[in-house]
């Protein structure tokens, strides 16, 4: 992170003092520099650093900042020497990206002059900048760290001095539930990968992201999370992470963590495949509900009639209501008048496949789908009844190829895989909102440019309606008796809004 700050600032022009005190850390950064400036057409830029082993080289710096290792006693510890060794003016930045910049700035005699500015990796990418207002933050230090963010052509958000500040904090469940849905067995890492990038747009899934982050540096800032709140069930750490960072699989930097790495082999998001849309023929049964998007859209266009009700042609149902939409009972209406060899598909973002093979005489041809984000994406999330049978798991996966998509099968789970995990990303965003931390707007900024999510987890919110969010969190609460899905009180107001 260091070496990623230093290229950014000379990338922009400016002259970089870098501190390393070990030797071989110090020939890494060099080689590192010197081989992105020239492929960066900017090689005489290298002339502008100077690499230095202590931090009395820093003396006469107008900005510093900080990126050791995330260890409280640590950064204070330098920010004390900083103090001293660099008078003011000088503005003392922390790039920590968990801990209270506040805890690290009562080190200084002068805290005015100290700020967050924690850069996203990798640095020279990533477009966001988070300024981070400690309790004892001058203004003047704030817009000196504004400007440097502008002058290095990254995008600043000013954000309060809460654990996790925005990005860190609103990130959690994006892999914590991708955690828990692994070790309930709902599906393998890869498969989970896949749904979020293929049908949810992610440019990389949750463990791959892990991995590329570092296994250990993303426990780290969940335990940070966990431990600075109290004991919050919704930043609770995973025991899989914990056993991952003792075996020392720590993702890409180790060879090995979710996936293995081979040396000159990178384990990007996973390919598209081709499952090109139609042509199609007969009908399609969708019955009426709004959990499902853009289906019957979808459906006409690879050549199939939609129609509400049961025609001789019919090739396969879809239950499109929730759980307040009357699903049960739609699902036992075109059970009752489906074709038998028509496989049955019913919405499970709210409910449990189980609910519906309760309610219905044969289950040999019940298929739970995820609604929500069928039509929007390129794969399809599919659960299968306990007594699906083969023929009709053929003839469903049938279906949703013609439509264009790709089939993933996952086991029965609490609001699948992506209403799972976005409204608890939108449920997080929501809770912080509420807590003064930023506004909604810059939330979405934040997210978007800070981890590359395809949408703001509020605009998402807007966009999936706050209701089928709540629903699918009441879901979520109601099977697993978890404190962690309560949802916020800020989310249950905007549900109520809509519904007016």
């Not at 070496?3 to 950014?8: F, R």
């Not at 991708?178 to 309930?184: Q, Y």
Request: charged share 20%; hydrophobic share 45%; aromatic share 6%.
């Amino acid at each position: 992170m260091g070496s990623g700050i230093a290229l950014v600032g000379l990338k922009a022009g400016l002259r970089v003092v870098l501190v390393e005190p070990v030797d071989t850390m110090r020939d890494r950064a060099r080689d590192y520099l010197h081989r992105h400036l020239e492929k960066n057409g900017s090689p005489e830029r290298i002339h502008d650093l100077v690499l230095a082993a202590d931090l009395e080289s820093l003396s006469g710096a107008r900005v510093v900042i900080e990126a050791v290792p995330e260890d409280l006693g640590l950064k204070q510890a330098i920010f004390r020497q900083l103090d001293v060794l660099c008078s003011p003016p000088a503005v003392l930045a922390t790039n920590t990206s968990t801990l209270s910049v506040s805890a690290i700035a009562s080190a200084a005699s002068s805290p005015e002059r100290v700020a967050g500015m924690h850069f996203f990796n990798p640095a020279p990418v990533l477009p966001l900048v988070e300024i981070v207002r400690a309790q004892q933050t001058g203004e003047a230090a704030l817009q000196v760290l504004l400007e440097l963010a502008h002058t290095l052509r990254k995008t600043p958000i000013v954000t309060q001095d809460t654990p996790g500040f925005v990005v860190n904090r609103v990130a959690r469940p994006f892999y914590g539930e991708a955690l828990r849905l692994l070790a309930e067995g709902t599906a393998e890492a890869a498969s989970i990968d896949r749904i979020v990038e293929r049908a949810g747009g992610f440019r990389l899934g949750p463990f791959r992201l892990m991995d590329l982050i570092g296994i250990d540096v993303n426990f780290a800032a969940t335990k940070s999370m966990y431990e600075q709140t109290f004991g919050e069930p919704r930043y609770r750490p995973h025991w899989i992470q914990e056993r991952m960072v003792r075996q020392g699989l720590l993702g890409r930097k180790a060879g090995r963590g979710f996936y293995e790495y081979p040396q000159g082999v990178s384990s990007d998001a996973t390919a598209a495949a081709d499952h090109p849309v139609g042509p199609a023929h007969g009908q399609l049964v969708v019955t009426s509900g709004s959990w499902t998007p853009g289906l019957a859209d979808l459906g006409r266009q690879a050549g199939y009639t939609i129609e509400a009700s049961v025609g001789a042609d019919a090739m396969g149902g879809f239950v499109a209501g929730g759980r307040s939409e009357g699903a049960l009972e739609l699902a036992a209406q075109l059970d009752r008048t489906l074709p038998v060899q028509a496989p049955l598909f019913c919405q499970t973002a709210d409910l449990a496949i189980s609910e519906y093979a309760a309610g219905l005489g044969g289950q040999e041809r019940l298929v739970g789908f995820d609604g929500l984000f069928f039509a929007s994406g390129g794969a399809a999330t599919l659960v299968g009844s306990e007594a699906l049978g083969s023929d009709a798991r053929a003839r469903a996966e049938a279906i949703v190829r013609s439509l264009g998509r790709e089939p993933i099968w996952i086991r029965e789970a609490p609001g699948l895989v992506l209403p799972r995990i976005v409204s608890m990303l939108s449920n997080e965003a929501a809770f912080a909102v509420a807590e003064g931390v930023a506004e909604a707007e810059t939330i979405d900024l934040a997210m978007r440019l800070g981890t590359n999510y395809p949408h703001g987890p509020l605009e998402w919110g807007e966009a999936l309606g706050w209701r089928r969010i709540l629903d699918v969190l009441e879901h979520l609460g109601n099977e697993t008796g978890e404190e962690r899905y309560r949802a916020a009180p800020w989310l249950k107001r905007k549900a109520r809004a809509q519904e007016t």
